[in-house]
C-alpha cells in the first residue's frame, strides 16, 4: 500500500454513521484546502487537535514550568500538565453541557503554546523589551495564535484559533457570553489591536460556549494546583483553607448547575467570588512572593535583556545559533503550507528574536545564556536534595 493511499469510509458506512450520530464536518479555516477537508473519522476539530500534537512546539511544554521555575523537582508542574488538566476539566464541563468535545480539547491543548520559558515572569520580562524596541507588546494567549498560523501557517480553523487568542486565564467574569465573529478579517483585527495596546486584550471574548468553558478551566486548572506545587516548594501556604479537588469539583458542578441549556456559560456569585479571592490569595502569599521572586529579579531580568541584545546581533550570520537553532528548523519544518517567501522575509529582526526566546524551554534558556553569555548571572536552583 502506497503512502499516500490514505484509506476513506465507503459512502454507505458513512451515511450510516451520520444517521447515527448526527455528526457535523462543518469548518472555517484560511484556505481550502483537500488534506484539511473534514471527514466523519477525521473532523474538523480533531483535525487541529492532531495539528497540535504534531506541532514542533508541543514537546517544549514539558520543560516549560509554571511558577517554580529553579526547583530541581519532578513533582513541581509543567506546562505540559497544566494544558491536559485545563483539557480534562474543560471536557467535563463541555461534556455535561452536550458541546463539542473535540473543539474544548483543540483550544486547551493549544492555548499556551506561545508561552515563554519561566511562566508569566518570563512573560512579562519579554514584553518589556520587545515593547521598548516596538512600541507593541507581546502577550503569550496572542502568541500562541501566532506559533500555530503565521510562524508554521497550519490552517487551524477559526474556532480553534478563536478559543486560543480569548482564553486569557488572568482575567476572569461572572459570565461569559460568546461574541460572535463574522470570519477572519475580523479575528487578524482582534489579533492586531491586542499587539497596538493592552486595553484590547482585556476586551476578549471567545466567539463559542466552548472557547468560554477553556477560558473558566484556565483559572479552575492553575489555582489549586498551583498551591499543591507552592507546598512541595516550601512556600507557606497555609492561608488555602480549600485543596485542589474540593476547587474542581465545586466550581465544575456550579458552573454546569448554572449553565445547562443556556447560551452563556455562568456561575453563582458566591462562587465567583470564591474564585477571585483565591486568585487574589495565590498572587498575595506565592506569585508576589519573596521567596518566588528573587530568582527572576536578580538573574532572570538581566539575562533576557542580555540575550535579547545578543541575538539581534545574530541577524544575518548564517552560522549563528538564531539562525541555525531557530530560522533554519523553522523553515525546515514548516512543511505543507510554507509559504514562497519564507520566514525570515516575512518577519522583523525583533519579531524573530522574540518567537526564538519564547519557543526556548526553560533548560535551553539557561543553556543558551551559558554558551553565549560569560557575563550573565548564575541561577541557583533549590536542588534535589537541599532539604
Known sequence: MAKSDYLKLSDEKAREIEDTLGLSVKQVRRRVEDRDRANLWRPCYIRDIDKILHHPFYN??????????????????????????????????????????????????????GHTPFGHAGESLLNEIYHSRTGRYFNHNVHSVRVL??????????????????????????????????????????????????????????????????????IIAYIGKDRQDAERAGVDVSYKGTDNSYMINNFVVNIVENSFGKDYIKMDKEYFDALKKAKSDNYEHIYLADSVNEQYRKCLKPMFEMLYEKLVSQYGDKNSLLHRHHIDYVNTRRGY??????????????????????SMTDDYFIDICGHLLPDAPTVEYKGYFSK
Request: net charge negative.
Open 337 to 358: 503550507y510554507q509559504t514562497e517567501s519564507g520566514y525570515i522575509e516575512e518577519n522583523t529582526v525583533d519579531d524573530i528574536v522574540v518567537d526564538y526566546i519564547a
Open 149 to 218: 498560523d503565521k510562524i508554521f501557517n497550519l490552517n487551524i480553523s477559526l474556532d480553534t484559533l478563536d478559543g486560543i487568542l480569548c482564553h486569557n486565564g488572568e482575567l476572569e467574569l461572572q459570565e461569559y457570553r460568546p461574541q460572535e465573529i463574522s470570519g477572519f478579517n475580523e479575528f487578524d483585527q482582534k489579533v492586531e489591536g491586542c499587539y497596538i495596546s493592552r486595553e484590547n486584550i482585556k476586551k476578549l471574548i471567545p466567539s463559542t460556549l466552548e472557547g468560554c468553558v477553556v477560558r473558566v478551566s484556565d
Open 60 to 113: 517544549r511544554y514539558t520543560d516549560k514550568t509554571q511558577v517554580f521555575s529553579f526547583y530541581k523537582d519532578d513533582d513541581i508542574t509543567r506546562r505540559a500538565l497544566h494544558v491536559q488538566l485545563v483539557s480534562r476539566i474543560a471536557r467535563n464541563i463541555g461534556r455535561l453541557l452536550g458541546l463539542d468535545l473535540d473543539l474544548i480539547e483543540a483550544i486547551a491543548l493549544g492555548h499556551d503554546m
